[in-house]
């Protein structure tokens, strides 16, 4: 814990590669329709995209909002720390319907013949994703 607050935080302008290039990879794929020629097509690659981010976010935040709770009790509760989540929490709560709210945005407007885009949407975005939480991996060593 710092002690300093965001907008302290904030202006500092401390770097933050890992993120940067996270988004950058997101944009990427996004902006480009995945490579897609076709209107249709690109609009089925950023549904898909967006799909694999509601996924993986409706079960990251129930799992950040667990280990923080777990991190409450087990370690700051006993240091007399309170901390509160209500931002994560409410994210949490959330995230499912959001996941859901993508899933039929999906079902309802990706044809049929725009599986194989839908499916490499998915990929590049576990992939982009999987590279981010390596290299945050990385920093715990």
Not at 53 to 59: G, R, S
Not at 97 to 112: L, R
Request: aromatic content about 10%.
């Amino acid at each position: 814990c710092t002690g300093a607050s965001l907008e302290e935080l904030l202006e500092a302008e401390v770097p933050t590669p890992n993120s940067q290039q996270l988004f950058a990879c997101m944009m990427r794929d996004v902006s480009s329709g995945g490579q897609c020629i076709d209107g249709i097509e690109q609009a089925s690659y950023a549904l898909g995209y967006n799909l694999a981010v509601e996924y993986l976010a409706a079960y990251e935040k129930t799992w950040l909002l667990d280990s923080f709770r777990s991190l409450d009790q087990r370690f700051l509760q006993q240091q007399k720390r309170d901390v509160e989540w209500m931002f994560l929490e409410i994210h949490a709560i959330g995230e499912p319907e959001h996941a859901e709210i993508g899933h039929q945005g999906v079902v309802n407007f990706v044809p049929k013949a725009h599986e194989e885009v839908l499916r490499r949407a998915m990929l590049d975005h576990d992939r982009d994703f999987a590279q981010f939480y390596n290299r945050l991996a990385d920093l715990l060593c």
